[in-house]
T-cell receptor
Framework: DGGITQSPKYLFRKEGQNVTLSCEQNLNHDAMYWYRQDPGQGLRLIYYSQIVNDFQKGDIAEGYSVSREKKESFPLTVTSAQKNPTAFYLC???????????FGPGTRLTVL | GENVEQHPSTLSVQEGDSAVIKCTYSDSASNYFPWYKQELGKGPQLIIDIRSNVGEKKDQRIAVTLNKTAKHFSLHITETQPEDSAVYFCAAIGGFQKLVFGTGTRLLVSP
C-alpha cells in the first residue's frame, strides 16, 4: 500500500524541549517537503529536499531542522528556538520539483 | 516572490448548486496550478491541476479554468453534494519551483 506516513498523529511537548516528527514515503519520490498549517491559514513551507543528502530552507525555517539520509525518510525537528511551535505539520513528496505533491495525514503538535 | 490570493474564505451552498472558488497569482512565470481538498484533521488531497499551456480542464463534476493574461484561475464544482464539504486550497508554482498556497476556502454544502 503506497503512500506517506507521519507519526505520531498527536504530539505534546513542554516548552524548551526539542521534538522530532517522522515522515516516511514508499512512493520512490525524490522530493520531500515539510509544511506548517495554522488555523484559518494556508500551508507555509518549512524545508524541502530535492534529493538525498540535500535540503533547502523554505519560507519559515527558523527554529526547525531536517535531515535526508535516506530517500524514503525526511524527519523534522522542532527546536526550542521555535517561538510558536503549536501547529499542524504536514509532510509531502513528489517525483521531482515541480510535480504533483502527495501529502501525509499530518501531525498536530501542541506545546504545553 | 509569488503571492496567491483566494476568495471567498467561506462559501455556503445548497446541495445540487454549483460552487466557484477563485484565485489570483502574481508571478507571470508560474506554470502549474493545483487544487487541493482538505477534510478535517487530514492532509490535503489533490483533486485537479492545470498547467499553463491549457485554459480549462474537467474531471466529472470538477473543472478548473485558467486565465494567464489576468493571472487568475478558478475551481468549479457542479451538482454539489454534502461530501464536497471541506476546505479547498489553490496553489501556484513560484520562485525556485516552490508551491505557494492560497489561504483556503471553507465550503459547506447543506442537504
Amino acid at each position: 500500500d503506497g503512500g506517506i506516513t507521519q507519526s505520531p498523529k498527536y504530539l505534546f511537548r513542554k516548552e524548551g524541549q526539542n521534538v522530532t516528527l517522522s515522515c516516511e514515503q514508499n512512493l520512490n519520490h525524490d522530493a520531500m517537503y515539510w509544511y506548517r498549517q495554522d488555523p484559518g491559514q494556508g500551508l507555509r513551507l518549512i524545508y524541502y529536499s530535492q534529493i538525498v543528502n540535500d535540503f533547502q530552507k523554505g519560507d519559515i525555517a527558523e527554529g526547525y531542522s531536517v535531515s535526508r539520509e535516506k530517500k524514503e525518510s525526511f524527519p523534522l525537528t522542532v527546536t526550542s528556538a521555535q517561538k510558536n511551535p503549536t501547529a499542524f505539520y504536514l509532510c509531502a513528496s513528489s517525483m521531482a520539483i515541480p510535480q504533483e505533491q502527495f501529502f501525509g495525514p499530518g501531525t498536530r503538535l501542541t506545546v504545553l | 516572490g509569488e503571492n496567491v490570493e483566494q476568495h471567498p474564505s467561506t462559501l455556503s451552498v445548497q446541495e445540487g448548486d454549483s460552487a466557484v472558488i477563485k484565485c489570483t497569482y502574481s508571478d507571470s512565470a508560474s506554470n502549474y496550478f493545483p487544487w487541493y481538498k482538505q477534510e478535517l484533521g487530514k492532509g490535503p488531497q489533490l483533486i485537479i491541476d492545470i498547467r499553463s499551456n491549457v485554459g480549462e480542464k474537467k474531471d466529472q463534476r470538477i473543472a478548473v479554468t485558467l486565465n494567464k493574461t489576468a493571472k487568475h484561475f478558478s475551481l468549479h464544482i457542479t451538482e454539489t453534494q454534502p461530501e464536497d464539504s471541506a476546505v479547498y486550497f489553490c496553489a501556484a508554482i513560484g520562485g525556485f519551483q516552490k508551491l505557494v498556497f492560497g489561504t483556503g476556502t471553507r465550503l459547506l454544502v447543506s442537504p
